[in-house]
């Protein structure tokens, strides 16, 4: 069963505009991971925020995370063309392999 | 270093027929993982090797099997194939044995099957 749940299921913006994805998840977590997938392609790994961190910048990209709420939103600012990809959640707890989210597929339009 | 490598990219099977799939790890990654990617399941986890020892397996039916070699490599099988088998299948890799590490995958088997 999915760990993650990102919403929406889809954006298109604007090249410029920023992007706002979120992930839910319904139970305790060591950590949280953000992944792209170019269309067919592998995952790339983009940013991971532990359970006792609440917020993580990596250049373009701002993550935060609300254990409370359990969920977590990846924000892409000052979008561009080559940003079109579905993103992914992925939840660490224990043990037990990554749980990825469905993802969100982007679309940045020039 | 040459990242994760799967081999073949694409493959076309019939239904009834038996597939193997290969994955090379990056150098010095002793933990694979296998996942099945589809439109409508997203992506699901198959098994993790670390060290030639299976570590966890997903909720697939025994027609999905897999192992590793010494070297790392790995290779999964799935047998008598179904329709509902037509996925991509991603391998990842990573160092350690830790769970919440990233993962590097590769790009992708895409197995349809007719």
């Known amino acids: 069963s999915q760990q993650g749940e990102e919403d929406p299921q889809a954006l298109s913006i604007q090249e410029g505009e920023n992007a706002t994805m979120n992930c839910s998840y319904k139970?305790?977590?060591?950590?949280l991971q953000w992944y792209r997938q170019n269309s067919g392609r592998g995952l790339v790994h983009l940013i991971l925020i532990r359970s006792n961190e609440r917020e993580k910048h990596s250049g373009r990209l701002r993550v935060t995370l609300d254990t409370s709420k359990k969920s977590s939103s990846l924000l892409i600012t000052a979008s561009r063309a080559a940003d079109t990809a579905s993103y992914f959640c992925?939840?660490?707890?224990?043990?037990?392999?990554?749980?990825f989210g469905k993802g969100t597929r982007l679309s940045v339009i020039a | 270093k040459a990242g994760v490598t799967q081999t073949p990219r694409y493959l076309i099977k019939t239904r009834g027929q038996q597939v193997t799939l290969s994955c090379s790890p990056i150098s010095g990654h002793r933990s694979v993982s296998w996942y099945q990617q589809t439109p409508g399941q997203g992506l699901q986890f198959l098994f993790e090797?670390?060290?030639?020892?299976?570590?966890n397996k997903g909720n697939f039916p025994g027609r999905f099997s897999g192992r590793q070699f010494s070297n790392s490599r790995s290779e999964m099988n799935v047998s008598t194939l179904e329709l509902g088998d037509s996925a991509l299948y991603l391998c990842?890799?990573?160092?350690?044995?830790?769970?919440?590490?990233?993962?590097?995958f590769g790009e992708g088997s895409r197995l349809t099957v007719l």
């Open positions: 090797y670390f060290s030639e020892t299976q570590r």
């Open positions: 139970t305790s977590i060591n950590n």
């Open positions: 992925a939840t660490s707890s224990g043990n037990t392999p990554l749980v």
């Open positions: 990842a890799s990573r160092h350690t044995r830790d769970y919440g590490r990233e993962l590097f």
